[in-house]
């Protein structure tokens, strides 16, 4: 993937990074609410040396209205997408933000994703999470998903179109 966007940030951030490196392209961008652990996150990607791969941005939860509904997400005021998505990690906001706390990942970013892109919805045993990709699947057109039968399970979930990304 060129680019690789990640709702939360910490030891998956690193792990996207070195595989991007081993791939010889691509960039990770990631969104962490919590400065403080934005921050232990850069310092990981500094000391690894993969600052030019990975970026860590501080993003704290703000207001989002989709569908009549207000929600929490990460604040997207300073990030600049300019390339598609192609790969888009969603594991934040943590659970006990809201109910469905994830459930805006694709309201906020289906836009920019690519035609082709891959989402990955972590924690997918959890009740929230299945309802999540419920309610994506009806809302958005062109998606197939599967569950991946993990410790804590996640869904990979294909977008697949010939819309072009904005």
Same mark, same amino acid.
């Given at each position: 993937?060129?680019? !690789?966007?990640?709702?939360?940030?910490? %030891?998956?951030?690193? %792990?996207?990074?070195?595989?991007? /490196?081993?791939?010889?392209?691509?960039? +990770?961008?990631?969104?962490?609410?919590?400065?403080?652990?934005?921050? #232990?996150? $850069?310092?990981?990607? $500094? *000391?690894?040396? *993969?600052?030019?791969?990975?970026? +860590?941005?501080?993003?704290?939860?703000?207001?989002?209205?989709?569908?009549?509904?207000?929600? &929490?997400?990460?604040?997207?005021?300073?990030?600049?997408?300019?390339?598609?998505?192609? &790969?888009?990690? !969603?594991?934040?906001?943590?659970?006990?933000?809201?109910?469905?706390?994830?459930?805006?990942?694709?309201? !906020?970013?289906? $836009?920019? &994703?690519?035609?082709?892109?891959?989402? #990955?919805?972590?924690?997918? $045993?959890?009740?929230?999470? /299945? /309802?999540? +990709?419920?309610?994506?699947?009806?809302?958005?057109?062109? &998606?197939?998903?599967?569950?991946?039968?993990?410790? /804590?399970?996640?869904? !990979?979930?294909?977008?697949?179109?010939?819309? %072009?990304?904005?």
């Amino acid at each position: 993937p060129a680019l !690789v966007m990640e709702a939360s940030s910490g %030891v998956s951030t690193l %792990v996207i990074a070195y595989c991007l /490196k081993q791939l010889g392209a691509g960039k +990770v961008v990631s969104l962490e609410h919590d400065a403080k652990y934005a921050e #232990i996150s $850069r310092q990981l990607i $500094r *000391l690894h040396g *993969l600052e030019d791969i990975a970026t +860590v941005l501080h993003a704290p939860l703000t207001a989002f209205e989709n569908r009549d509904q207000t929600w &929490l997400w990460y604040d997207t005021a300073g990030l600049t997408i300019e390339q598609p998505i192609d &790969l888009l990690v !969603v594991d934040g906001p943590p659970a006990s933000v809201q109910r469905l706390a994830r459930y805006p990942a694709l309201p !906020v970013l289906y $836009r920019h &994703l690519n035609r082709q892109s891959t989402v #990955i919805l972590d924690d997918g $045993r959890r009740a929230d999470e /299945k /309802k999540i +990709v419920a309610l994506w699947e009806k809302e958005f057109g062109h &998606l197939s998903s599967e569950f991946l039968e993990l410790e /804590k399970g996640a869904f !990979v979930i294909h977008k697949h179109d010939d819309a %072009v990304a904005a």
